[in-house]
Every structure is written in C-alpha cells, then in structure tokens.
C-alpha cells in the first residue's frame, strides 16, 4: 500500500475470510519520514478497510 507516496508492505492475519490484524514493516514505516505512530495507526487502519484493496478478503 501507498502511505503519502511511500510503499509500506503490511502483513494481514485474517479469520473467516476477513482481515483482523494488520501489521506494517517496521522499516517501510521509518522511512515514510513521519511519527511512527501515527504511520503505523493510519496504515493500520487502511489495511482492515472492508472492500479495500489494503483489506480486502483472504482469497
């Protein structure tokens, strides 16, 4: 996925076909230049969208 033109790789964990953990790389994060936490919350967040395709259904 793309955070404000920075590709970050997330690994989702999914249960029923739907995702319900999602967790950016560490170092993709670091180097989106902004506050961890606020690219990990946001990206996080992204990830889990229902219909998205950062949260889409396991195939």
Do not use: H
């Amino acid at each position: 996925m793309d955070y404000r033109g920075t590709p970050v790789s997330v690994k989702r964990g999914y249960l029923n076909g739907e995702v319900v953990t999602a967790q950016p790389e560490y170092e993709e994060v670091r180097a989106a230049g902004q506050p961890l936490r606020r690219v990990l919350d946001e990206v996080r967040a992204e990830a889990r969208l229902p219909g998205s395709a950062a949260g889409s259904r396991a195939p």
